[in-house]
C-alpha cells in the first residue's frame, strides 16, 4: 500500500512539473521583432528637377538631376508625405502613407509637371534565395492602352499594363546581361529599351516605364530599373 502511495506522489510530482514547464515556456515566448520600414523616392517626371522629399515636416531625401535615392530607415506610422520643387517655389504633390514595420515602400513621383501625383508601393523585406532574383514592372507612362514588356527575343512577361499599375514579384534565374523592350497596345514597334542590364543573385528589382518630353513637347517613353535591396 505505501508502495501505490508513493508511485501516485511521484506521478502527480511529474505530471505538475511538466506543466509548470509548459507554462513558464508560454509565459517567456517573445514574438519575433520585425525590421523598421525603410522607404525610397523615384523621380518619373524627368522635367522635373531640385525635387525635396518631406516626411512629416522633416527633409528626408534630395534628388536633384537623378531618378531615385537610396533606401533610408524610416519610424513606422502614418506619415504625410510631400515632395516640393525649388523653381516651382511650392508643394508638388503629397499623399499619406501607414509605415509598417516589416516592410520597404517605394513612392513614385509621377504624371505631368502640371499634374504631378505621388504613388505609394508596399512589399515585404524577404530576400529571393540566394540564387534567384526578384523583378517586377510599373507602368508610369500615360500611353493610352497600356504597355507590355518583354525580355528580347522572348513573349511579353507582362501585357497592356495600364497606367499607375504595378505587377507582383516574378523569381527569376540570374543573368549577366539581359535587354528588356517596351511596345504599346496593338503595336509591334519597340517604343523603349533597356540594354545590356546585369540581374545579380540576391537581389530584387523593379522595371519602370514613364514619359519623358521631348523638345517638341511630345511623350516619349523610356524605361529604366532600379535595385530595391
Given at each position: 500500500?505505501?508502495?501505490?502511495?508513493?508511485?501516485?506522489?511521484?506521478?502527480?510530482?511529474t505530471?505538475?512539473?511538466?506543466?509548470?514547464t509548459?507554462?513558464?515556456?508560454?509565459?517567456?515566448?517573445?514574438a519575433?521583432?520585425?525590421?523598421?520600414?525603410?522607404?525610397?523616392f523615384?523621380?518619373?517626371?524627368?522635367s522635373?528637377?531640385n525635387?525635396?522629399?518631406?516626411?512629416?515636416a522633416?527633409?528626408?531625401?534630395?534628388?536633384?538631376?537623378?531618378?531615385?535615392?537610396?533606401?533610408?530607415?524610416?519610424?513606422?506610422g502614418?506619415?504625410e508625405?510631400s515632395?516640393?520643387?525649388?523653381?516651382?517655389?511650392?508643394?508638388?504633390?503629397?499623399?499619406?502613407?501607414?509605415?509598417?514595420?516589416?516592410?520597404?515602400?517605394?513612392?513614385?513621383?509621377c504624371?505631368t509637371?502640371s499634374?504631378?501625383?505621388?504613388?505609394?508601393?508596399?512589399?515585404?523585406q524577404?530576400?529571393?534565395?540566394?540564387d534567384?532574383?526578384k523583378?517586377?514592372?510599373i507602368?508610369l507612362?500615360?500611353?493610352?492602352?497600356g504597355?507590355?514588356?518583354?525580355i528580347r527575343?522572348l513573349?511579353?512577361?507582362?501585357?497592356?499594363?495600364?497606367?499607375?499599375?504595378?505587377?507582383?514579384?516574378e523569381?527569376?534565374?540570374?543573368?549577366?546581361?539581359?535587354?528588356?523592350?517596351?511596345?504599346?497596345q496593338?503595336?509591334?514597334?519597340?517604343s523603349?529599351?533597356?540594354?545590356?542590364?546585369?540581374?545579380?543573385?540576391?537581389?530584387?528589382?523593379?522595371?519602370?516605364?514613364?514619359?519623358?518630353?521631348s523638345?517638341a513637347?511630345?511623350?516619349?517613353?523610356?524605361?529604366?530599373i532600379?535595385?530595391?535591396?
Amino acid at each position: 500500500m505505501q508502495r501505490q502511495f508513493y508511485s501516485i506522489a511521484f506521478t502527480i510530482s511529474t505530471l505538475t512539473l511538466c506543466l509548470f514547464t509548459a507554462c513558464k515556456k508560454e509565459q517567456t515566448y517573445t514574438a519575433p521583432t520585425l525590421n523598421p520600414p525603410k522607404i525610397t523616392f523615384v523621380n518619373a517626371i524627368p522635367s522635373l528637377s531640385n525635387l525635396d522629399f518631406y516626411i512629416g515636416a522633416a527633409k528626408t531625401a534630395s534628388i536633384t538631376n537623378g531618378f531615385s535615392c537610396p533606401y533610408l530607415q524610416v519610424e513606422p506610422g502614418k506619415k504625410e508625405i510631400s515632395v516640393s520643387n525649388a523653381s516651382e517655389n511650392g508643394k508638388v504633390a503629397n499623399m499619406s502613407v501607414d509605415l509598417q514595420n516589416g516592410s520597404n515602400y517605394a513612392v513614385f513621383l509621377c504624371g505631368t509637371p502640371s499634374k504631378a501625383e505621388l504613388l505609394s508601393v508596399e512589399y515585404n523585406q524577404n530576400l529571393p534565395n540566394a540564387d534567384k532574383v526578384k523583378v517586377r514592372f510599373i507602368n508610369l507612362s500615360q500611353s493610352p492602352g497600356g504597355l507590355s514588356l518583354s525580355i528580347r527575343g522572348l513573349q511579353p512577361s507582362y501585357t497592356d499594363q495600364p497606367y499607375k499599375r504595378i505587377t507582383a514579384f516574378e523569381i527569376m534565374d540570374p543573368r549577366n546581361e539581359v535587354s528588356y523592350d517596351i511596345r504599346k497596345q496593338n503595336d509591334q514597334t519597340v517604343s523603349a529599351s533597356l540594354e545590356k542590364t546585369k540581374l545579380e543573385a540576391g537581389k530584387i528589382y523593379t522595371l519602370i516605364a514613364y514619359d519623358e518630353k521631348s523638345k517638341a513637347d511630345e511623350a516619349i517613353i523610356k524605361l529604366n530599373i532600379m535595385q530595391n535591396n
